[in-house]
């Protein structure tokens, strides 16, 4: 079929657009349509005023003349799953901290060259990690005959509890030294916020949260006289990706810029943050695993929009075991994003679209403010009060979430219908919040 040109397309200036748009939907002026709202902030659908459009900085993982190139992850537990993960196009193979902690990552990656794959251990209180990749490292340098350098990170989260005393500082210390001597090409600390997304807290007060965590940490490191070994260039964060495309693409964005707004506030030389996306399971359920693909890939192109550095699609059937199809479905949405979409070409694709800046703006500054708020609060940098308020955010989140429709217990089948308390919010011990899934929500007691 012959591909036709924009001369072959009219050119309507944008008051000749607004009239033919006002036409078609029958609404005298576009300022009409009633706006959306998400989390609680209102989004017109249309406004003819330009929008501000700063876009986006810079990434870690490519420059800009690249693209929009990420890191393809999984998490992965087994040798024989890393085996068939990274021949099917993985780049970053997540670990989780039970697996660093019962297995010898010798054996768990025996055959693997370590030199081109990306590794990232969740949980730094693993026992032996670093030692054990260290051993790989080594092995591998023996064989090839060569020094190698290893990329990835084991991200010290600066949200949890504990840091606030003597021992946890003397952990987070520890650990930040201990890596970046040893694995200089690795990111050592940040801040998760995928478990707060996923327990049903909102973007705004999460994205203020993850800031109040980096810039704590940070003074408490100022105040100890240790802040010269607490590189910026060393953070990851970490973001939970839901199926609103537009809106979830837009708080990536808003998490980058206010990434590079904190650092010019605490008078630091802006450096790209690495941002982790995983797609969120807040709505997966488990009578109806095959629904979640399509999830799924919203949120995997969400993930992208907003220009995450790693992107983690989890499997339609994580509720049900997690088959091998179901994780190599996961990886397959991500290559055909990669090399049938094209969408690794294009730098912050949504730069000057009127609505994606204006609701990366609105994010921003909400949460700027309020992160401004709770900086200055003496009652929120530690004990009951903070974690008060962050419950209170998060039961106000479920109860959005629910009044938008999210939560549908119709669909669920009869004997997987119970009542659920939205204010039942349970903690790690690292005092975190647990997930709130839909079957959570549920609270099924016949499955």
């Not at 709202?37 to 459009?53: C, H, K, M, Y």
Request: glycine share 8%; with cysteine; hydrophobic share 40%.
């Amino acid at each position: 079929m012959e591909e036709l040109g924009s001369e072959h397309f009219n050119h309507l200036s944008q008051t000749e657009w607004e009239q033919e748009v006002s036409k078609s939907l029958n609404v005298k002026d576009l300022s009409d349509i009633e706006s959306f709202q998400f989390e609680g902030v209102d989004l017109a659908i249309w406004r003819s005023d330009a929008p501000n459009t700063t876009g986006i900085p810079d990434r870690a993982i490519a420059s800009r003349s690249e693209g929009m190139p990420w890191q393809i992850q999984q998490t992965l537990t087994t040798p024989d799953e890393i085996s068939q993960g990274l021949s099917h196009g993985i780049q970053g193979v997540r670990i989780p901290q039970s697996v660093c902690a019962s297995t010898d990552l010798q054996e768990l990656l025996d055959g693997v060259y370590p030199e081109m794959v990306a590794f990232h251990f969740d949980g730094p209180e693993s026992s032996g990690t670093l030692r054990s990749l260290i051993r790989v490292q080594r092995k591998r340098e023996k064989t090839l005959g060569h020094e190698i350098a290893l990329g990835g990170s084991s991200v010290f989260d600066v949200l949890r509890s504990d840091l606030e005393g003597a021992e946890g500082q003397l952990a987070f210390s520890r650990h930040i030294q201990a890596w970046d001597v040893a694995m200089p090409n690795f990111r050592s600390w940040g801040a998760d916020g995928y478990p707060w997304t996923e327990a049903g807290m909102d973007a705004i007060p999460l994205l203020a949260w993850m800031l109040v965590g980096l810039d704590a940490q940070w003074q408490r490191s100022k105040a100890n006289g240790d802040e010269a070994g607490l590189s910026a260039r060393r953070v990851s964060l970490r973001w939970s990706v839901g199926t609103e495309v537009m809106w979830e693409a837009a708080k990536l964005r808003a998490l980058r810029r206010l990434w590079s707004r904190w650092l010019d506030s605490i008078d630091l030389e802006f450096c790209p943050v690495w941002i982790d996306a995983k797609t969120s399971t807040i709505r997966h359920e488990s009578w109806n695993p095959e629904d979640n693909l399509l999830r799924n890939a919203a949120s995997t192109y969400a993930a992208v929009l907003g220009a995450a550095d790693g992107i983690e699609t989890v499997p339609h059937d994580a509720f049900s075991g997690s088959m091998p199809a179901g994780k190599r479905w996961a990886r397959n949405v991500q290559h055909l994003l990669v090399e049938e979409s094209r969408l690794n070409l294009t730098f912050d694709p949504l730069h000057g679209s009127r609505w994606a800046e204006r609701a990366t703006l609105a994010l921003e500054e909400e949460a700027w403010s309020l992160f401004q708020k709770w900086r200055a609060d003496p009652a929120f940098q530690g004990g009951n009060q903070r974690l008060s308020t962050l419950a209170s955010e998060i039961r106000s989140g479920r109860q959005r979430r629910r009044e938008e429709g999210m939560f549908r217990p119709s669909d669920a089948p009869k004997s997987k219908k119970a009542s659920s308390d939205l204010n039942e919010v349970s903690w790690d011990a690292f005092g975190r919040p647990k997930p709130w899934t839909l079957i959570e929500h549920l609270k099924l007691g016949n499955a």
